[in-house]
C-alpha cells in the first residue's frame, strides 16, 4: 500500500449540516480542493456513522479524491450519527428521496460545478444504483461496490426463496444495535439525549418486517433496481468479489444496462473496497481506477476507461483450502458481452441409481461466513465433512477447465412431504482428498415456480427443479475432480424447513451439472496500479491482555446430538480516536441445533456498544440481544435494547413476536 501525501491540489474539509425541505438538517462532511474554480462533487451516503464508525475507511479515500479535484462529501441517512430525524427501513422511500435532495443540494453550491457522482460499498453502493434508478439530473455517474440489483435474492434476507438463517438474523441484530447509538455531544450539542430518546422510542427491531415479507412481493421490489435497468441514465461502474455475496448483480448489470455507460469489475475479494488489501488479494490501485471513471463522465476527459472490456474478472487458480487467503493466484480475463462469447455451457450429467438425500440438520456448519470481510476464520475450510452429509456426484478433469459466470443445476427430485430445500454445492477436489468450496446455491422447494410465490410440493411427487449457483471465476486443473454435493440442510446459511429432516430421493438419470467454461488463454493486457490511499486518520486500537475468543467456534454435544456455532463477527472492536472519543464494540452470534430435528434451531445475537469522551464526561452504552426459534408454524422472535447514561439506564425496551412461516 503507497500513502499518498502530495496531490495536484491542496485540500481542506468542514462539517456541514444539509437542510432537506422538511426541515431536517443532515450531517455531512465535505473534503475539497483549494481552488476558485468550481469542481464536480462525489457522494457516499450511509446511515454508518461518519464521525466514527466509518471515520478510519472515509479518511482513506475522500481526502483522496478532493486532492484529485473533486468535492468528496460523506453524508449520514437521517436517524443516524449525527444527523436529524428517525431512523427508517433499509432503503426507505424517505431515505433515497433525501439523497436525491443531497444530490441536488451539492450541484447547487457554489464550489460544484452541477456534476455529481455517487459511490459506495454495501448501503453506500445500493441506494447509489437507487437514487440513480430515480434519475436525479446532476447524478451523472455511480461507483457501485459489492451491492445488489435485486433486495429479495441476492441480498441478506433470503437466498433462493429460503430464510437467510446466518444473516437474516445476524444483520437485523446488528441494526437494532446501531440504530439505537446515540448522537454524538461533541457534535450536536446538548440536544443529544433529546435526541436519542427520540430516536429510541421510534425503533422496532427490522426482523419483524423482513420475516413478515417471505416471498417477493412488492416491499421487496421496491428499491431492486431489476424491476427496470432502464431507469438508471447514470454511467454505472459496477464492483465486486467473488467471495462476496452479492457478484451476481455485477454479472446481471453489464448483461442489461446499455454498454456505452456499464463496466464491471469481479476480483478475488471479499466484502471490501479492493484497495485495502485485506485478503484474499491480489488487492489494486481501486482508487485511481474510479478516478478514470469520474474524470470520463463527471470532467469529460477520454480516460480510456470506456474502451476498457465490458467485464474484467479473475479467474482463480486451483487452491487447497483454507479459511483466509493472502492472495489467490490467478489472471484477469476481459469479456467485451455478458453472456460473454468466451463462454460456452458443458453439461455434465449425473450417473448412478436413485439416492435418499437426508442430511443431518448441522450439514452447513463448515460454510464459513456469509459476508467475509478478511478475518482469519472467514472462508470454508476442507469440505470433506459436509461432503459426507451429502449426496455427491463426481466429474474427472481431462484437461484445465476455466469457470466464468453462474454454473446451474437441473435435479430430478422426489419429496414425500411437502416442504424442503435443495443446496447444491461445487467443490474441486484435489489428488490427496481435500475438496475446496468453489461456490453453492440454494432452492427452496416451494419457490420453484418463481419467488414471489409459495407453492407446497406435491407429496410422492418427481419434479424437475432448477437452479443457479453463485457466480465464480475459477480454473479446475487436469486430475482433478469437479464434485457437485447435494444436501437437503445448510444450517446456519438457511433456516431449515420443518419437515426437511425427511429429505429427498435425487434420480440421477435426467439431472444434470450445467457449467459456464470459459475459453483458456496464455495472456492478458488487463493490469491495475499499485493501491494508494491518503493518510490514515490515526485512530488507534489499544493493547490489550485479553486473550481474544475464537472468530469461529464449533462445539458439538455428542450426547445430545446438538451442534453450536459461535462466532465473533469482529466489525470494529475498540478504538481511540484522535479526537477523544473512546470507542467499544463487542459481538457473538450463536447459533445452535439439533442434528435430527429442524424444530430446534435457534439463533442468538450479542451486542454491547460504548461511546465515552472523558473529557466530556459523557459515557454510554448500547447493549441488545435479538433471538429466534421456530416452531412447525411460527418464527419466535424475541428483542431487548438497554441504554444508559453515566451507568444510569435510560432505555430499557423488550419485544416478543410470533410470525407465521408462509414460506420459509
Known amino acids: 500500500m503507497h500513502i499518498r501525501t502530495s496531490f495536484p491540489y491542496d485540500t481542506a474539509h468542514e462539517d456541514v449540516r444539509i437542510l432537506l425541505p422538511d426541515r431536517t438538517r443532515l450531517y455531512a462532511r465535505v473534503w475539497r480542493p483549494l481552488t476558485p474554480e468550481p469542481v464536480p462533487a462525489i457522494l457516499e451516503y450511509l446511515p454508518y456513522r461518519l464521525t466514527d464508525w466509518t471515520a478510519p475507511r472515509d479518511w482513506q479515500r475522500h481526502p483522496w479524491y478532493a486532492g484529485h479535484g473533486y468535492a468528496s462529501v460523506r453524508v449520514d441517512v437521517r436517524g443516524h450519527g449525527n444527523s436529524e430525524g428517525m431512523p427508517g427501513d433499509e432503503y426507505s422511500a424517505v431515505e433515497l428521496a433525501d439523497g436525491v435532495e443531497v444530490v441536488n443540494w451539492l450541484a447547487a453550491q457554489p464550489w460544484c460545478d452541477g456534476r455529481v457522482g455517487m459511490f459506495g460499498i454495501s448501503w453506500g453502493g445500493f441506494n447509489s444504483l437507487q437514487i440513480a434508478a430515480l434519475a436525479p439530473e446532476p447524478l451523472k455517474a455511480v461507483v457501485t461496490v459489492c451491492s445488489t440489483d435485486d433486495r429479495y435474492d441476492n441480498d441478506v434476507h433470503y437466498m433462493g426463496g429460503s430464510v437467510l438463517a446466518v444473516d437474516m438474523h445476524a444483520w437485523a441484530a446488528t441494526l437494532l444495535a446501531f440504530v439505537s447509538r446515540p448522537p454524538d455531544p461533541l457534535h450536536v450539542g446538548d440536544v443529544w439525549r433529546d435526541m436519542w430518546l427520540g430516536r429510541l422510542e421510534a425503533v422496532d427491531p427490522f426482523i419483524h418486517t423482513w420475516l413478515g415479507h417471505q416471498t417477493r412481493d412488492d416491499y421487496w421490489r421496491h428499491g431492486s433496481v431489476c424491476e427496470d435497468y432502464g431507469a438508471i441514465d447514470a454511467a454505472v461502474l459496477a464492483v465486486g468479489g467473488w467471495h462476496d455475496p452479492y457478484r451476481d448483480t455485477v454479472l446481471r448489470l453489464v448483461e442489461h444496462l446499455p454498454q456505452d455507460r456499464v463496466r464491471g469489475l469481479i476480483g478475488p475479494w471479499s466484502h471490501q473496497y479492493p484497495d485495502r488489501g485485506l485478503p484474499p488479494g491480489p488487492a489494486i490501485g481501486f482508487l485511481q481506477e474510479t478516478l478514470r471513471w469520474w474524470d470520463q463522465h463527471l470532467k469529460g476527459v477520454d480516460t480510456g476507461v470506456m474502451r476498457e472490456p465490458l467485464l474484467r474478472a479473475y479467474v482463480s487458480d486451483s487452491h487447497p483450502p483454507a479459511t483466509v487467503y493472502g492472495t489467490l493466484p490467478g489472471r484477469w480475463v476481459g469479456e467485451p458481452g455478458w453472456p460473454s462469447p468466451h463462454v460456452t455451457t458443458v453439461s455434465y450429467g449425473l450417473q448412478g441409481a436413485p439416492v435418499l438425500v437426508r442430511s443431518p440438520q448441522h450439514t452447513g456448519v463448515d460454510a464459513g461466513r456469509f459476508f467475509p470481510f478478511g478475518n482469519d476464520a472467514d472462508l470454508p475450510p476442507d469440505q470433506r465433512e459436509e461432503d459426507a452429509r ?275
Do not use: M
Request: with cysteine; charged share 30%; glycine share 8%.
Open 390 to 664: 451429502s449426496a455427491c456426484f463426481e466429474f474427472a478433469v481431462g484437461e484445465e477447465t476455466w469457470v466464468l459466470g453462474r454454473p446451474r443445476v437441473r435435479l430430478r427430485v422426489t419429496s414425500e412431504v411437502s416442504r424442503g430445500q435443495v443446496v447444491a454445492r461445487l467443490c474441486d477436489v484435489a489428488p490427496d482428498g481435500s475438496s475446496t468450496l468453489v461456490t453453492r446455491g440454494v432452492l427452496n422447494l416451494s419457490a420453484r415456480h418463481g419467488r414471489d410465490r409459495a407453492v407446497p410440493w406435491e407429496p410422492g411427487a418427481t419434479q424437475e427443479v432448477s437452479f443457479e449457483l453463485n457466480g465464480i471465476g475459477h480454473a479446475f486443473p487436469p486430475g482433478h475432480r469437479i464434485r457437485l454435493a447435494v444436501s437437503s440442510a445448510y444450517w446456519p446459511w438457511i433456516w431449515p424447513q420443518p419437515e426437511s429432516q425427511a429429505g429427498f430421493t435425487l434420480e440421477p438419470a435426467g439431472s444434470f451439472l450445467e457449467l459456464p467454461v470459459r475459453a483458456r488463454e496464455t495472456s492478458s493486457d488487463i493490469a491495475f496500479d499499485e493501491p494508494e490511499q491518503s493518510a490514515p486518520l490515526g485512530a488507534n486500537q489499544p493493547v490489550t491482555l485479553d486473550e481474544p475468543r475464537p472468530e469461529r467456534l464449533v462445539v458439538r454435544d455428542v450426547a445430545k446430538g446438538e451442534w453450536r456455532l459461535e462466532v465473533d463477527p469482529r466489525y470494529g472492536g475498540t478504538r481511540v480516536y484522535p479526537d477523544g472519543l473512546e470507542f467499544t464494540e463487542d459481538a457473538l452470534e450463536t447459533y445452535t441445533i439439533d442434528e435430527k430435528d429442524p424444530l430446534s434451531a435457534r439463533a442468538r445475537s450479542d451486542w454491547s456498544i460504548r461511546l465515552h469522551r472523558p473529557e466530556l464526561a459523557w459515557d454510554t452504552t448500547v447493549r441488545t440481544r435479538s433471538e429466534i426459534s421456530c416452531d412447525r408454524t411460527d418464527f419466535l422472535t424475541s428483542n431487548e435494547v438497554i441504554c444508559t447514561d453515566g451507568g444510569e439506564v435510560v432505555f430499557h425496551r423488550t419485544w416478543e413476536k410470533r410470525i407465521p412461516r408462509t414460506a420459509g
